[in-house]
């Protein structure tokens, strides 16, 4: 079950990641940031503390992005907490 949540959470970052890429250049940074958590991270814990870490930036000013990004990421900033805390 676990298993299955965090590919579900690495599948909709990468998601988010092609939102962040399409809706602005500025920051695409992030967008990068966020794919190279999933590709390069040494372990799942890695993956999901990054990833708790560029959500809380992206829904801390959430007057930057659409409200389908906003609630993309929430659901994964939740789910990432289920794992994680």
């Known amino acids: 079950m676990i ?10 970052a990468k998601q988010l990641a092609i939102l962040l ?3 602005s250049i500025g920051d695409s ?14 372990t799942s814990d890695e993956i999901l ?5 560029y959500l809380s930036q ?5 007057s930057k992005y659409s409200s389908e ?3 993309l990421a929430s659901s994964i900033y939740s789910d990432v907490l289920q794992l994680i805390g």
């Open 58 to 62: 992206i829904l801390f000013d959430r």
């Open 21 to 23: 890429r399409n809706e």
């Open 69 to 71: 990004l906003i609630s």
């Open 29 to 42: 940074d992030l967008a990068g940031d966020i794919t190279d958590a999933i590709d390069y991270s040494a």
């Open 3 to 12: 298993l299955i949540m965090k590919k579900d959470i690495y599948s909709k």
């Open 49 to 53: 503390m990054k990833l708790k870490y």
